[in-house]
């Protein structure tokens, strides 16, 4: 049999009432992502939406995408940075990666503007959060295990620390 695609969910528009700060959340279908911001004077409309992974070399990500992972476009208009982002994270295990900066790469924003004091409430909701000035994609997910340097790499790496140091004095 052909197994069936699973259907890019449909992107959602969130709107915030002029001059207010306050959480919008995402449906489940779009990671429930929760996205705490203030509107302009007339109001706020934000727009999450399923994403592909923009980096150009997927292969390089410092995620693993795992089961029902999905990363999300966030954009808006009217609303007032900071953005306090925050998906659902169960096990306390997941980082917050945004897609950001010049030249553009994934950034763990992981508890980035958020004093240690104020992180409780986010900790017992099981949520994993971080502050931005920008809004673009968003994913929570477990970060890549970096990879062990080989003894040979190690030694090699040794002896040209050794050189130097003995050039300098």
Same mark, same amino acid.
């Not at 207010?20 to 959340?25: G, I, L, Y």
């Not at 990671?31 to 994403?51: D, N, Q, Y």
């Not at 980096?55 to 990500?61: E, I, R, S, V, Y």
């Not at 929570?140 to 080989?150: E, F």
């Given at each position: 049999?052909? @197994?069936? *695609?699973?259907?890019?969910?449909? @992107?959602?528009?969130?709107?915030? *009432?002029?001059?207010?700060?306050? *959480?919008?959340?995402?449906?489940?279908?779009?990671?429930?992502?929760?996205?705490?911001?203030?509107?302009?004077?007339? !109001?706020?409309? %934000?727009?999450?939406?399923?994403?592909?992974?923009?980096?150009?070399?997927?292969? +390089?990500? @410092?995620?693993?995408? !795992?089961?029902?992972?999905?990363?999300?476009?966030?954009?808006?208009?009217?609303?007032?940075?900071?953005?306090?982002?925050?998906?659902?994270?169960?096990?306390?295990?997941?980082?917050?990666?945004?897609?950001?900066?010049?030249?553009?790469?994934?950034?763990?924003?992981?508890?980035? !503007?958020? @004093?240690?004091?104020?992180?409780?409430?986010?900790?017992?909701?099981? &949520? %994993?959060? !971080? +502050?931005?000035?920008?809004?673009? *994609?968003?994913?929570?997910?477990?970060? +890549?295990?970096?990879?062990?340097?080989?003894?040979?790499?190690?030694?090699?790496?040794? &002896?040209?620390?050794?050189?130097? %140091?003995?050039?300098?004095?």
């Amino acid at each position: 049999p052909v @197994p069936t *695609p699973t259907p890019t969910p449909e @992107p959602t528009t969130l709107l915030l *009432p002029a001059s207010t700060t306050a *959480p919008v959340t995402a449906p489940a279908e779009l990671g429930s992502v929760e996205i705490t911001l203030t509107s302009g004077p007339s !109001g706020a409309t %934000v727009t999450v939406a399923a994403a592909e992974n923009p980096a150009p070399d997927t292969g +390089k990500t @410092p995620f693993r995408l !795992g089961e029902g992972d999905t990363i999300v476009d966030i954009s808006a208009t009217g609303a007032v940075p900071p953005y306090l982002i925050c998906f659902p994270d169960p096990d306390g295990t997941l980082r917050l990666w945004h897609y950001e900066g010049t030249p553009p790469a994934w950034r763990d924003i992981t508890w980035l !503007g958020i @004093p240690v004091a104020d992180r409780a409430p986010y900790v017992a909701d099981h &949520q %994993v959060c !971080g +502050k931005t000035q920008s809004l673009s *994609p968003f994913i929570a997910a477990l970060s +890549k295990p970096v990879p062990a340097m080989r003894s040979e790499e190690h030694t090699s790496e040794l &002896q040209s620390l050794r050189h130097l %140091v003995c050039r300098l004095l």
